[in-house]
């Protein structure tokens, strides 16, 4: 879903697992993306988003 509104180059991973919390269970999405860290030019960092939801029934 990340891929088809962003350009493939700026998503490097993209994973999603279910774990369960407390008695439910959670939806876990995390995405990779690179960062620049001095400009466009300048060498790359990289940015970790997770997100979390649970699961609808």
């Given at each position: 879903m990340?891929?088809?509104g962003i350009a493939d180059a700026a998503v490097q991973g993209a994973t999603a697992t279910?774990?369960?919390e407390a008695g439910y269970d959670v939806?876990?999405?995390e995405l990779t993306a690179p960062v620049p860290v001095i400009?466009?030019?300048g060498p790359?960092?990289?940015l970790v988003v997770?997100?979390?939801a649970v699961?609808?029934?």
């Open positions: 990340a891929a088809s279910v774990e369960s939806v876990i999405v400009g466009p030019l790359s960092g990289t997770r997100g979390r699961v609808e029934q």
